[in-house]
């Protein structure tokens, strides 16, 4: 390899003879880095008795490798009882920075951008009634907030659990709707920041 | 070979245009022979009338004038001096300025056609290629040049909806086919299906298409061919002349105004232009396409000085444009791209609008270039050339941070050539040359994502003989060079940690070709060629979603043996401890060229075969937390390319004329023996033009109509729907087959018309694209998931013409 490192000097002389050329051939930065609040690696449900505030049920997701190939965990089923008043909030991190960083304040920040819909099996709840409103949105869900514009964005929402035992899904979507958010857009417009499927049982 | 003669030729045709009775030989062909730059007046060289006995001289002022010629076209077979040869085809009647410049090597050609040929570069004269002049180019000043230069067979391009279009040669595009602009290789981002070559077709004078691997002479990456643009040649002595020129279109309701100027004075000539465009929302004929309008300005200004033997010539250009993509290509979750690709009107469709919002993509591309050569010989010239390129791309995505680009890099390039084509010896021509190119890439902080592409220096430093034997009907043309290239890489895991990469190559190109003219009117080339390219960056280190796919390059990715080959992305290999190696290519492309009266027939066959072919293939459906996402990785295999293009060309009479042009292309992956994806159809077209003698004032008034027909992608991979994959009915390992997320788009016809007008300043023309409104997808457009191709467009345009004294 003496012969192409002598070419490549060689040529370099030749570069600076002629003397035009300002850019340093051998600058050696490498990119800052940045912090990715776009990505989301873990996402927890916690859904809190409202009778009881030390009652609390969690269901996680977590995307350990974020854009990476690695499998999605979905990490334990969500396990309510019945006859009971829950209140869904969120934990909502990006975990592959240290510390992590709190998406659901950013989310917060931009509730008027954002809503959650919701898909869950048919009479899991008598409160609200249905299945959800991801494929209607005009399906009953109990919204506990809005954003400026009085439209509902779901960070917290309250269920009332059935009277008889259920077996059964939930899923939860965080919809992105920059400049696309109504009082009647959907959980198909705009872009999905998350959409995680648990299984629901209710005993 | 004792002497380079450069000859211009003016002629001014006068027929007897009022009585116009084709059997009667009483046409007149006036015209002065001229010194291409000093424009003195070349006396006593013989012109013949081919096909006939009549000849004569040039006076003392370079003028002849032929009188009681039969018919209205006539092929002048020049001998300048007993030093060349050459035929020009004289530009019959009505064209308005019958200049037909020539600036030709003799040992380069025995006959010419302006129409088809003129000096070819060294290194390529074997190779089959085609010319599109400034007025093709300019019909239409809002097409991308990819557009510009799909008439040509063999050539289409592949886009990401109708403002990112990339050219495509015998089914090779991106950096498998060079881009030389004045000389210097285009300096961009040039990866991926969605960055299009920054160069504006006004700035363009002559664009070659060469349908060959042209690597000796460009160097890697003209794999499949080259595209070579030159800007105006700047000819000394010129009168001043200027010309502005406007234009609208229905479509997208797009308008364009451009001005240029140039004059050759007795040392030094100038030239300058400028081009605006603003298009808005286009329209399918069922819906609009929203966030599909472009905006785009650009300046270029070209200087000579000439002295003695010397000449000094400096070109600056400069493009900034603002490229909208469909809206409704950006899905962010596998249910979005099933509702996406299986809508039969793409999901969001918004009133018309010259808004472009995200996504979009921001690029200011600078050009400059100094070249200076001395032709200290009549045979014999060193020049050197210097290219300085930035290239700033921003692009915008739909995303949280929409208003913060998503990629934002800054790309230097340098060149440095200096080529020598030496005197004649032991009946040898040639060229021989060395090369620097340096290109030093940087992400600018603030995207708030890992960045897609990593920071990194390349240089390269080259060297080639080309070398041309001429004896008797034959030539022969060899060429070799050698390429050493190093990189280095630094880029961002996405937990930010650094990675560094440090890599060379050297590699050897080689090209043989033949050229056999049998007679004045059949010709055969043939060339070998060998070429290679090293992967791209974005092939090598591509990490997650741009666009609507989610991908990794070749160093992204390795199989996890202690998990069953389970695919990871956890870390970055090192080029030197991976098995990527580099692209080879080995392409034989002949042409066989005959003309029997008033045919012609051109029919090109070629072979490609590419060693390590690189390209992205789906390899799974990965839960992520957005939803089940569809993954794309690079991969390498070995690719074959059979194909020909065939045109033939008629003088029905003596004011219409048609061509018939057809391409073909068979190709395959032949070490995993699957079909390749994103391969061009086959396609025939038929162009009928009518010429209409002067009326009312104007000289010339052409009709032209054009159907074509693009058939079906008969060789797509299967169909697997995104569904199918996410539901888990079709699992997908790193050894499945390839696919593709929908079937190939059925064949369309499509028909558009043009006419044009011409008058003493003015000329105008109105084309109508895609006049039956079709309703049609293109295989080679990505976009073709989502939407479909614009409907019906009138264009309009007008432009005027200064002279200072008219001749």
């Known amino acids: ?203 | 070979m004792k002497q380079v003669l450069f000859i211009f030729i003016l002629l001014a045709v006068s027929a007897s245009s009022k009585a116009q009775n084709q059997d009667d030989c009483n046409y007149e062909l006036k015209g002065i022979i001229l010194d291409v730059d000093t424009k003195e007046a070349l006396p006593y060289v013989q012109i013949l009338v081919k096909g006939t006995q009549n000849f004569l001289l040039t006076e003392l002022d370079g003028s002849f004038h032929f009188k009681g010629l039969c018919d209205t076209s006539n092929v002048l077979v020049i001998s300048c001096l007993g030093y060349c040869d050459t035929t020009c085809q004289s530009y019959h009647l009505n064209s308005d300025k019958p200049y037909i410049y020539l600036k030709e090597e003799i040992n380069d050609l025995e006959e010419v056609t302006i129409t088809a040929e003129r000096t070819r570069e060294e290194g390529t004269v074997s190779i089959a290629q085609q010319i599109i002049g400034k007025e093709a180019l300019s019909a239409n000043l809002t097409q991308t040049l990819a557009s510009a230069i799909a008439d040509v067979e063999g050539v289409t391009f592949t886009s990401v909806g109708n403002n990112v279009q990339l050219p495509v040669i015998h089914g090779l595009y991106g950096n498998r086919v060079l881009i030389l602009n004045n000389g210097i290789k285009h300096g961009f981002q040039n990866w991926g299906s969605d960055h299009a070559p920054e160069i504006d077709v006004s700035s363009a004078n002559r664009v070659t298409v060469l349908k060959g691997a042209a690597g000796v002479r460009y160097g890697p990456e003209a794999l499949g061919g080259a595209i070579v643009i030159e800007s105006d040649p700047l000819y000394l002595k010129e009168p001043f002349q200027a010309k502005v020129g406007t234009g609208y279109q229905t479509n997208g309701r797009g308008y364009f105004v451009n001005a240029e100027a140039g004059q050759g004075l007795e040392n030094w000539s100038y030239h300058l232009g400028a081009n605006y465009t603003r298009i808005g929302d286009k329209f399918a004929p069922d819906y609009s396409l929203t966030n599909t309008g472009k905006e785009e300005i650009s300046v270029n200004g070209g200087f000579r000085y000439r002295w003695n033997k010397w000449n000094l010539k400096a070109y600056y250009s400069y493009l900034g444009q603002d490229l909208g993509l469909l809206r409704s290509s950006v899905v962010s979750s596998g249910t979005a791209i099933v509702r996406a690709i299986n809508s039969d009107e793409p999901v969001i469709i918004r009133d018309f609008s010259y808004d472009i919002n995200e996504p979009n993509q921001l690029v200011q591309h600078h050009f400059g270039k100094i070249e200076a050569d001395w032709q200290y010989a009549d045979d014999a010239k060193l020049t050197l050339r210097l290219g300085s390129q930035l290239n700033q791309r921003d692009e915008f995505d739909v995303r949280r941070n929409a208003d913060l680009p998503i990629i934002d890099l800054d790309l230097i390039t340098n060149d440095l050539q200096i080529d020598w084509e030496h005197p004649e010896w032991m009946q040898l021509n040639g060229l021989i040359g060395l090369e620097v190119f340096t290109q030093n890439n940087d992400n600018n902080p603030g995207t708030q994502t890992s960045p897609f592409i990593p920071n990194y220096n390349t240089f390269r430093f080259s060297t080639y003989v080309i070398e041309s034997l001429k004896s008797n009907k034959s030539t022969f043309e060899l060429g070799i060079r050698l390429d050493y290239e190093y990189n280095n890489v630094r880029g961002r895991e996405p937990n930010q940690d650094v990675f560094r990469d440090e890599y060379r190559f050297m590699n050897f190109t080689s090209s043989l070709g033949y050229i056999l003219n049998i007679s004045d009117d059949h010709t055969f080339r043939t060339n070998l060629a060998t070429a290679w390219r090293t992967p791209n960056m974005a092939e090598l280190f591509s990490f997650g979603q741009h666009g609507f796919k989610t991908s990794f390059g070749l160093l992204r990715y390795y199989t996890d043996e202690n998990e069953n080959g389970a695919l990871r992305t956890d870390r970055v290999t090192a080029l030197g401890e991976s098995d990527v190696v580099p692209e080879k290519g080995y392409k034989w492309i002949n042409e066989w060229r005959t003309k029997k009266q008033s045919n012609t027939y051109t029919l090109t066959a070629y072979t490609n075969y590419i060693e390590n072919f690189i390209f992205d293939r789906p390899i799974a459906v990965i839960g992520t937390i957005r939803g089940p996402m569809p993954v794309f990785i690079y991969d390498q295999a070995d690719a074959l390319f059979i194909g020909g293009d065939f045109s033939w060309q008629r003088q029905w009479s003596n004011v219409i004329d048609g061509t018939l042009g057809m391409s073909y292309l068979w190709s395959r992956n032949i070490r995993k023996n699957e079909a390749l994806i994103n391969q061009p159809p086959i396609m025939i077209d038929y162009h009928l033009g009518w010429k209409i003698p002067a009326f009312r004032g104007l000289t010339s008034s052409q009709l032209s109509i054009k159907p074509s027909y693009t058939f079906q992608q008969f060789q797509a991979p299967r169909t697997v729907s995104p569904e199918k994959l996410i539901d888990g009915l079709v699992i997908i390992t790193p050894e499945s087959e390839i696919f593709d997320f929908k079937d190939a788009p059925e064949g369309f016809f499509l028909l558009d018309v043009a006419w044009r007008i011409k008058s003493e300043r003015f000329d105008a023309g109105l084309s109508i694209q895609n006049v039956l409104n079709t309703r049609y997808r293109n295989y080679l457009n990505e976009m073709r998931y989502f939407a479909d191709e614009p409907g019906i467009n009138f264009l309009f345009n007008i432009n005027y013409l200064f002279n200072s004294k008219s001749s």
């Open chain 1, 1 to 203: 390899m003496e012969l192409l490192s002598y070419l490549r000097r060689y040529s370099l002389f030749a570069l600076l003879a002629v003397g035009v050329f300002v850019t340093s051939c051998d600058d050696d930065d490498e990119p800052e880095p940045e912090n990715l609040p776009e990505v989301i690696t873990d996402v927890t449900l916690i859904f809190t008795n409202n009778a009881d505030a030390s009652d609390i049920v969690t269901a996680s997701a977590v995307d350990p490798d974020g854009e990476g190939v690695q499998e999605l965990q979905i990490l334990g089923g969500i396990v309510l009882d019945v006859d009971k008043t829950y209140t869904l909030t969120y934990a909502i991190f990006n975990n592959l920075e240290t510390p992590g960083e709190d998406i659901g304040e950013e989310i917060l920040e931009e509730d008027d951008e954002h809503q959650l819909f919701f898909s869950f099996s048919e009479g899991a709840f008598v409160s609200p009634t249905g299945n959800g409103n991801i494929d209607n949105a005009s399906d009953p869900i109990n919204y506990n907030d809005a954003d400026d514009d009085g439209n509902p964005v779901g960070l917290s929402t309250t269920w009332t659990t059935s009277s008889s035992a259920v077996t059964g899904t939930f899923t939860a979507r965080l919809q992105h709707q920059p400049d696309v958010k109504t009082a009647t857009s959907g959980a198909t417009d705009g872009d999905t920041d998350f959409d995680l499927t648990f299984t629901l049982e209710i005993k």
